[in-house]
């Protein structure tokens, strides 16, 4: 057995007897949840110890101050000092995605700068994603993009390694979790895992509970938020919304997470304020977008559609383009707040 392997091991089963014995969640936020602050690394970090948190996921490098190594330090010692775990983060690292920047430069230069900040922040893991649903409608076949992105993140293997920072590719409403697990059985499962979002497999047709069962062995990060599902003529609809507010049995899915990925934290990403979004599958052109979609797992999608029920609770949404400052402070001001209401939903299930 490699020496790698076997202190993975070693730490897997310490992690898991932990727990086993009450040990205490990782639970904590990813900071896009409250992107309207504005809020750089320290801010955020001292927002989450004032809540109790003891896990940070920074999604994005724009919200360090500097790159630079000294105060990057300063970020991880501050963290050490407040007890608080910290995962890393970047955006869309496939070059053929029309999610991609090509002003970002090279999609795997970029990915190890963010495999480079991880490192010096003290974080396990760099979140990044592949693309949008969008990319399921576009000019090049899902196949394309999954090859591309194997591409890149094989280019950084080495580097991942030798900093000992794994990567972890979100389903980000792209990929469908036997697309996802191709991506990373191809570009090597000791260094490319995932971070599981509970609420993009309704993107993709999928039960979140279906979804984590088949990427638990690949988790190393997660994103965590509610989702009412409900039936329309034309298929199904769904809105994001506060922890503990929706139909697809968030409780649930959060028990079972712990059971299957103990070494992995809690993150929660909350996203309200958004209309109710069409999942127009009775459409037949809908289907040109999920050619190899499973039937089982559409059955399994369908029957949780029609368990579900309008959400009939307060938010506020949002709309499109530059708004009046008095409803942007609305909406702000709503992202802590649910915020908080799901952190306070999610102790009381992970105690």
Known sequence: MLRRTFLLSVSAAAVAAGQAAGERARLGIDTYSIRSFRWKAMQLLDYSAKLGLNTIQISSLGEYESLEPEYLKKVRDHADRLGIAMDAGIGCICPTSGSFNARSGDPAETLAQGLEVAKAVG?????????????RRGK????????????????????????????????????????MKTILDQSGKEFAGCCYDSGNPVLVLEDPMFTLEILAPYVA?????????????????????????????????????????PRAPVQLEIITGRRPAPLSYLEPGFWKAFPKMDAASFARFVALVKKGEPFAGSMMIAGAGKQPPEYEAAVKEQQRVDLERSIAFAKTVLR
């Open 123 to 135: 974080a396990r893991a760099t979140r990044c994603f592949m693309g949008s649903a969008a990319d």
């Open 140 to 179: 090049l076949p899902m196949e394309a993009h999954m090859e591309a992105t194997i591409k890149v993140f094989r280019s950084v293997r080495s580097r991942a390694l030798d900093l000992g920072v794994q990567i972890a590719l979100e389903n980000h409403g792209d990929l469908e979790s036997v697309e």
């Open 221 to 261: 990060s997660s994103h965590f938020r509610d989702t009412a599902l409900f039936e329309r003529p034309d298929g199904a609809v769904f809105q994001w919304v506060a922890l503990g507010e929706g139909t697809t049995n968030i409780e649930a899915v959060l028990r079972r997470f712990r059971q299957l990925c």
